[in-house]
């Protein structure tokens, strides 16, 4: 499985931005999709994820500003960003996995190459 992630760019404080994860075949529904985000010199953290069966997690920091969603006929997993933050600025990356622990990065067995999301103030 291969993940093409887009969508990153340049925003201002308050803006928005949506991610994509495109798979180059049918992920989706039968792999778990995770975000997670790197900032300059810090760890890479999770952001949130979409289960196989649909279920969808946010961390609390981003949890009313963003949205995970998928496209099936797509094979498209997207992550809709409002409100967004310069602390919000990282490279963005999806990941797909069947991990129970959605928030750990080992139990993902293919990633995206980032998309860089930079949040201006």
């Known amino acids: 499985v291969q993940l093409q992630a887009s969508g990153g760019g340049l925003v201002q404080d308050g803006g928005s931005l949506r991610l994509s994860c495109a798979a180059s075949?049918?992920?989706?529904?039968?792999?778990?999709v995770g975000w997670f985000r790197q900032a300059p010199g810090k760890e890479r953290e999770f952001v949130g994820a979409?289960?196989?069966?649909?279920?969808?997690y946010n961390v609390d920091s981003v949890k009313g500003r963003f949205t995970i969603s998928r496209d099936n006929a797509k094979n498209t997993v997207y992550l809709q960003m409002n409100s967004l933050k310069p602390e919000d600025t990282a490279v963005y990356y999806c990941?797909?996995?069947?991990?129970?622990?959605?928030?750990?990065?080992?139990?993902?067995?293919?990633w995206g190459q980032g998309t860089l999301v930079t949040v201006s103030s």
């Open positions: 990941a797909a996995g069947r991990s129970v622990v959605l928030s750990d990065p080992s139990g993902y067995s293919y």
């Open positions: 979409i289960r196989m069966s649909g279920s969808i």
């Open positions: 075949r049918r992920t989706a529904s039968i792999w778990n």
